[in-house]
C-alpha cells in the first residue's frame, strides 16, 4: 500500500521560506505525477505544482516564479522550495502522487494522497 507522509510545515513571517517534504513508501515503482495541493479553512483544496516522472514541472499561476517542486528518487521524496511567503499561502498542504497501470499489473494505480502539514504565514 503507497504511503505519502509530508514534513516542514510552520509558522513564518510574510517573504520568508519553507520546505516541505514528501516521503513515499509502500513501492518501488516512481509515480507518473506527483503534485502539491493546498487548502484554506473553508475553501476548496487547491494545485499548487506537478512534477511528471522525467521531471518536467509545472505550477499555478499563484506561486510560479517563488515555489520550486522537485524529486529526489533514490529516497522516494518529493520537495516544495517555497520563498517569498504571502499571506495567501496560508493552508494545509498535501502531497499526491498519481500511478498509471504497469505491465503485468504489479503496482499501485490512481492517486494517493498523504495527510497534509499546515503551512501558516503572518503579515
Known amino acids: 500500500q503507497v504511503q505519502l507522509v509530508e514534513y516542514g510545515g510552520g509558522l513564518v513571517q510574510a517573504g520568508g521560506s519553507l520546505r516541505l517534504s514528501c516521503s513515499q513508501s509502500?513501492?518501488?515503482?516512481?509515480?507518473?505525477?506527483m503534485a502539491w495541493y493546498r487548502q484554506a479553512p473553508g475553501k476548496q483544496r487547491e494545485f499548487v505544482a506537478s512534477?511528471?516522472?522525467?521531471?518536467?514541472?509545472n505550477y499555478s499561476d499563484f506561486v510560479k516564479g517563488r515555489f520550486t517542486i522537485s524529486r529526489l528518487y533514490t529516497e522516494n521524496t518529493l520537495y516544495l522550495q517555497m520563498d517569498s511567503l504571502k499571506p495567501g499561502d496560508t493552508g494545509t498542504y498535501y502531497c499526491?502522487?498519481?500511478?498509471?497501470?504497469?505491465?503485468?499489473?504489479?503496482?499501485?494505480?490512481?492517486?494517493?494522497w498523504g495527510q497534509g502539514t499546515r503551512v501558516t504565514v503572518s503579515s
Open positions: 509502500g513501492t518501488l515503482i516512481a509515480a507518473k505525477i
Open positions: 499526491n502522487a498519481q500511478f498509471i497501470l504497469q505491465p503485468g499489473g504489479s503496482g499501485p494505480v490512481g492517486d494517493y
Open positions: 512534477i511528471t516522472n522525467s521531471d518536467i514541472a
